[in-house]
């Protein structure tokens, strides 16, 4: 598989060495928009992007263009999904888009749906959301956080939207950003009583699990038209 990779900060640098890794190459690294347009002259089965919000409209309005399937790891641009989703409609694309591409934080996403599900019936138990990143990370919560949070909603209809560092109390979730060090990623979810708590918690020791997902996903998408998520790979819910 050919692949150009958009953006060659640290995750792109750990996206390089998977894929290498899998027996992939890397035909063109571009670490702007400019050095993205001339990259997709070459021929290439895939691009994949993880650069900055800001960036990343252009990047996959230029990749639909181009007729390259891409996959996007950047966050902070979903407001935008929509637009996005008329792109690859009108070139007949593929976009495979994730909060967060690690197969542990997907199964972690399933584990917090189920678990809203059995606690749903039991108003007692008070969901809270924490994530803690490194101090470079710009967009707070994290993408990872408010898909979490969306799996808590779905199952708990009482909470229907989320508040960045506000308490919990419906219909509004609370989610708690902290930014540390380099820190990978450590995301919790607190189902809190007033005689326990029930604590679900994934911890990123680097970014390899991260750029593995990655790599996967790229494979996954060849051949194929529209947009994806981890669960359309992985089946994990309905």
């Given amino acids: 598989m050919k692949i150009?990779?958009?953006?060659?900060?640290?995750?792109?640098?750990?996206?390089?060495?998977?894929?290498?890794?899998?027996?992939?190459?890397?035909?063109?690294?571009?670490?702007?928009?400019?050095?993205l347009k001339g990259a997709l002259q070459a021929k290439a089965d895939v691009v994949i992007e993880f650069t900055q919000p800001d960036a990343a409209i252009r990047n996959l309005e230029a990749c639909l263009q181009a007729g390259i399937p891409v996959v996007c790891g950047t966050t902070g641009w979903h407001h935008q999904l929509d637009q996005v989703k008329v792109w690859v409609h009108q070139h007949q694309g593929a976009l495979f888009y994730e909060t967060n591409f690690s197969i542990g934080v997907n199964l972690f996403f399933a584990m917090a749906k189920k678990a809203s599900a059995l606690l749903n019936a039991h108003p007692d138990y008070v969901p809270r959301l924490s994530e803690t990143h490194h101090v470079h990370k710009k967009?707070?919560?994290?993408?990872?956080?408010?898909?979490?949070?969306?799996?808590?909603?779905?199952?708990?209809?009482?909470?229907?939207?989320?508040?960045?560092?506000?308490?919990?109390?419906?219909?509004?979730?609370?989610?708690?950003a902290h930014r540390l060090d380099e820190v990978p990623g450590t995301h919790t979810l607190v189902f809190g009583s007033a005689i326990d708590e029930i604590?679900?918690?994934?911890?990123?020791?680097?970014?390899?699990?991260?750029?593995?997902?990655?790599?996967?996903a790229a494979e996954w998408l060849l051949g194929k038209q529209g947009v994806f998520r981890m669960n359309d790979m992985l089946h994990l819910w309905p």
């Fill in 4 to 35: 150009i990779l958009a953006g060659y900060g640290k995750m792109g640098k750990a996206i390089e060495q998977a894929a290498t890794q899998r027996g992939h190459e890397i035909v063109a690294i571009a670490d702007s928009f400019e050095a």
């Fill in 139 to 176: 967009d707070a919560p994290s993408g990872t956080a408010i898909t979490t949070a969306e799996m808590v909603m779905s199952e708990m209809p009482r909470y229907s939207e989320w508040g960045l560092n506000q308490p919990t109390q419906p219909p509004i979730l609370g989610i708690e």
């Fill in 199 to 216: 604590r679900l918690e994934h911890v990123a020791f680097s970014r390899q699990g991260f750029a593995h997902g990655a790599v996967h």
